[in-house]
């Protein structure tokens, strides 16, 4: 069993910075990959970025590419977002995935837990 509790969320202005943080409870932790997902209101949840349990591969959206950077801590046990250059259409409430599947799904349905998610608001 695996919880995730996301946190870091917040209201900033367009191009600004702000990061987020996944902590991870559970012996197997280190076994899984991790991913950011994110629903803004009247849409579907939709996948942000992806880390191996390695660390050594990730995978991101074209909306985030070069802008948002995904890694993670075995000591910590934190998955981590780091988001630069935010923009307006970045609002949303942003949530940690983690799957005992294969790195790289970008299918929601394939993630077996998550956390209850972080609101991120970009004012323009």
């Known amino acids: 069993q695996v919880q995730l509790v996301e946190s870091g969320g917040g209201l900033v202005q367009a191009g600004a910075s702000l990061g987020l943080s996944c902590a991870a409870s559970?012996?197997?932790?280190?076994?899984?990959?991790m991913a950011w997902f994110r629903q803004a209101p009247g849409k579907e949840r939709e996948f942000v970025a992806a880390?191996?349990?390695?660390?050594?591969?990730?995978l991101y959206a074209d909306s985030v590419k070069g802008r948002f950077t995904i890694s993670r801590d075995h000591v910590k046990n934190t998955a981590d977002l780091q988001m630069n250059s935010l923009e307006p259409e970045d609002t949303a409430v942003y949530y940690c995935a983690a799957t005992r599947g294969d790195f790289g799904t970008r299918d929601r349905a394939d993630y077996d837990y998550w956390g209850q998610g972080t609101q991120v608001t970009v004012s323009s």
């Open positions: 559970g012996r197997t932790f280190v076994s899984y990959a």
């Open positions: 880390i191996s349990w390695t660390g050594g591969d990730t």
